[in-house]
C-alpha cells in the first residue's frame, strides 16, 4: 500500500521560513516525478513546485525564488524550503507523486497546513 505522509507545516510569521518533507513508502517513485500542490482557503488546488528523477523542477510563479524542491531518490523523499513567506502562501500543502512523468496512476499525501501569520 503506497503511502506519502508530510511533515513539517505549521504557524509562522511573515518573512519566515519553514521546511516540508514527504516520505514516500509502499512503492519507489526514485524514477518517477513527485511534487508538492496547495490549497488555500475557497481556492482550487494548485501546483507548487515539481521534481522529476533527474532534478528538473518547475515552479510555480508565485513561489519562484522563494520555494526549493529537493528529492533523495534513494530515500524515497522530497522536501520543500520556504523562505520569505507571505500570508498568501497560507494552504494546506499536499505531496503528490507518480512513477510516470505524466503523472498517471499518481498518489497524494494527506496534507500538512501552513498558516502564515502574524
Known amino acids: 500500500q503506497v503511502q506519502l505522509v508530510e511533515s513539517g507545516g505549521g504557524l509562522v510569521q511573515p518573512g519566515g521560513s519553514l521546511s516540508l518533507s514527504c516520505a514516500a513508502s509502499?512503492?519507489?517513485?526514485?524514477?518517477?516525478?513527485m511534487g508538492w500542490y496547495r490549497q488555500g482557503p475557497g481556492n482550487l488546488r494548485e501546483l507548487v513546485a515539481t521534481i522529476t528523477a533527474s532534478s528538473n523542477t518547475v515552479y510555480a510563479s508565485s513561489v519562484k525564488g522563494r520555494f526549493t524542491i529537493s528529492r533523495d531518490n534513494a530515500k524515497n523523499t522530497i522536501d520543500l524550503q520556504m523562505n520569505s513567506l507571505k500570508p498568501e502562501d497560507t494552504a494546506v500543502y499536499y505531496c503528490?507523486?507518480?512513477?510516470?512523468?505524466?503523472?498517471?496512476?499518481?498518489?497524494w499525501g494527506q496534507g500538512t497546513q501552513v498558516t502564515v501569520s502574524s
Open positions: 503528490r507523486a507518480a512513477r510516470e512523468i505524466n503523472w498517471r496512476n499518481s498518489y
Open positions: 509502499g512503492n519507489s517513485f526514485s524514477r518517477g516525478i
